[in-house]
């Protein structure tokens, strides 16, 4: 028994040791990741036009390789991340920026956030009006305000102190979205019967520093109320970034999101698997005739593979689908892997990487 107890107390020592698993080197080797999403939701081939279809394409692509370009040119993830939501935000097609939503009353309150992986430094800002790039306000936040988080007037004022573009409500007005709203109130449905797909957009990246960023953009839901807010601003439940274990960007039913914590719970699990995997490693040893490990376990050895990945992130999406909610996410990690998880029919998506990745994606069979 009491050799029981000391093989437990040698575990959790080695599990403290392992933990935080140490950031990349500032050089890893020219490698990049990059993840970005336009919304998941009931999107089937057989309501899509193929003219739509191209259009999203498209538009999914020209965000990708913007993003992809700063970081093949050696910049940041964080500029990485904001390249990519500025272009879908000046989108129509996406339910962020120019394309948002219209809340009940027939404006438009916009929600956003950014984070740095580096530090955990994080920036957002929800329920403003009348800034046209919302992502650009979460990182002013992030980097000129005390503050992680602003919303409405006074987001708007910080807005115009920083010299931003400001824009009248109607900038934000399209007429699928108004369709939308006024189909919601004459049918008496809920958001989700009448948006068929969440049009969030988001980013995550990793740079050739070895550093991850993570950001979000939202109109949020059709119909929303009371100045609602979703997951999109919230840190860690729409938009979260670890160096220790991932960047996470999401969409879908927001309330859901917020209840599970879905970007940062999918970060934690990625990093206590690391951290186990780690401690696994070093009692499985061989040991010499002393008992002495024959050599020593560093954790910048080992790497997760990309299927405990993909298995932390949906085992997440699961728990928020067994709650009621839908949706997906898009992740990137130190080693690289860059990857979705959804549990809707489809999602507007798109990955690109050093390795010589890049495609666009639109369908859950793709
Ligand atoms: N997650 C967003 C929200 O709840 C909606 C979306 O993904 O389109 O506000």
Redesign the pocket.
Known sequence: MRGFFTQLAAVFALAIAACPVPALADDQGGQWSIAIHG??GTIARENMSAEAEAEYRAGLQVALDAGAKVLSEGGTAMDAVEAVILILEDDPKF?AGRGAVYTWEGGHEL?ASIMDGRDRDAGAVAGVTNVRNPILLARKVMTDSPHVMLSGEGAETFAAEQGLDLVPGEFFDTESRREALERMKADKLSAIDV?IK???VGAVALDTHGNLAAGTS????TG?RWNR????PVIGA?TYADNRSCAVS??????Y?IRVGVAHEICTRLRHRFDMDVVVARVTTPVDRDGNPEYFVHASEMMLEESAVQEEADAVMAEVKELGGD?GIILVTPEGHALYSFNTSGMYRGRATSEGVNEVAIYGDE
């Open positions: 919304g998941a339910n929600d948006d969440f049009g969030t939202t109109g949020g839901m929303k807010i979703g997951d999109a729409g999401a969409t879908g039913w927001g309330e999101f949706g």
